[in-house]
């Protein structure tokens, strides 16, 4: 969904089963959704916010759980901005 008066952009992202083969070794997430919604602030400046949830459909060490939770959000968006700073330097 794009927003033409403010620019605000909504992408969502979800998971899609059946894709790739499953692995009776492995845990598959079965269940993940992202929301993210982008806005510009003013020139070269952006807001922007991920929502997300996610069920692994497995058992998996908590520990695990929470670094996933944490950082890849902010894994995301570090890249997102790396590359978009790329893009401008060409």
Do not use: C
């Not at 969502?12 to 269940?31: Q, T, W």
């Not at 959704?33 to 602030?41: A, M, S």
């Not at 003013?42 to 695990?64: N, Q, Y």
């Amino acid at each position: 969904m794009n927003d033409t008066l403010t620019g605000e952009r909504k992408i969502n992202a979800v998971s899609l089963n059946g894709v790739i083969p499953e692995y009776a070794d492995m845990v598959r997430i079965k269940d993940y959704r992202q929301l993210w919604t982008i806005t510009p602030t003013g020139k070269e400046m952006t807001h922007v916010v991920l929502e997300g949830f996610v069920d692994p459909a497995g058992s998996i060490p908590i520990w695990i759980s929470n670094i996933l939770i944490i950082e890849s959000p902010l894994k995301a968006i570090s890249g997102l901005k790396e590359r978009m700073s790329q893009k401008q330097i060409k």
